[in-house]
């Protein structure tokens, strides 16, 4: 079963056509790469899956259900996203950061308890960052800060984590590392990762290739 399907998504901005007719699925704990070259709509696609933005035409669907008819705590419950820039205007702790994933999942002004501090720890621990709690986000190196934007997702115990260019200011190595981590957390974890990039290296890690060039799909396996 698809927990992800999109069928003829088209964007335009402007007079520009971004998306055109884009169609594609990605199963329950899958790890699916979407490649393909800058400004080719990769990630006007993924905004478009988690209500940033809204298509022109076509439909989204997550675990079968219209994205669109879905509230925006319920899609966040659903969906985690990592972004490739991760900035704060204050210096916020390691477990604040982490933390903020619990929104979704709270009400309005309700305060962090222990259990949330117990997931926050656990997601930490998965990403190989245990002990990190208190120090500042600031401090830390890039693939750091790109653990702690995973950690945070977890902490919302999504279905579906959506990841846009995590790699793409990271050295080699440093890249490896999040792409096995993601990797490990689709087939550990049963969930779903869909990961655009430029970079052709995500082919060996990625149970699925989605190639997006000029706003259309030109090959999938």
Not at 30 to 55: A, D, E, M, W
Not at 61 to 74: A, H, I, P, Q, S
Request: aromatic share 6%.
């Amino acid at each position: 079963m698809s927990f992800i399907t999109a069928e003829g998504v088209s964007f335009s901005w402007g007079q520009a056509r971004i998306l055109q007719e884009v169609s594609l699925c990605a199963g329950k704990g899958k790890f699916v790469g979407v490649i393909g070259p800058n400004g080719s709509g990769k990630s006007t696609l993924l905004k478009c899956i988690y209500r940033v933005l809204h298509q022109d035409a076509g439909c989204i669907f997550l675990d079968g259900k219209e994205n669109t008819k879905m509230g925006y705590k319920e899609t966040a419950r659903f969906l985690g996203v990592v972004a490739q820039h991760n900035i704060y205007d204050f210096d916020f702790s390691v477990r604040d950061i982490v933390l903020m994933g619990r929104s979704p999942h709270k009400k309005t002004m309700e305060q962090d308890n222990a259990e949330d501090r117990r997931i926050a720890r656990e997601a930490l621990a998965r990403v190989g960052l245990s002990g990190f709690e208190e120090r500042t986000f600031a401090e830390l190196s890039g693939g750091e800060q790109q653990r702690v934007a995973i950690a945070r997702a977890l902490a919302a115990a999504p279905a579906i984590i959506l990841a846009d260019e995590p790699t793409g200011n990271l050295d080699s190595k440093t890249s490896q590392d999040v792409l096995s981590l993601l990797k490990v957390t689709s087939q550990k974890f049963a969930q779903t990762i869909v990961m655009i990039t430029h970079n052709e290296e995500i082919a060996q890690m990625a149970d699925r290739i989605i190639r997006i060039e000029d706003g259309r799909i030109v090959s999938q396996n």
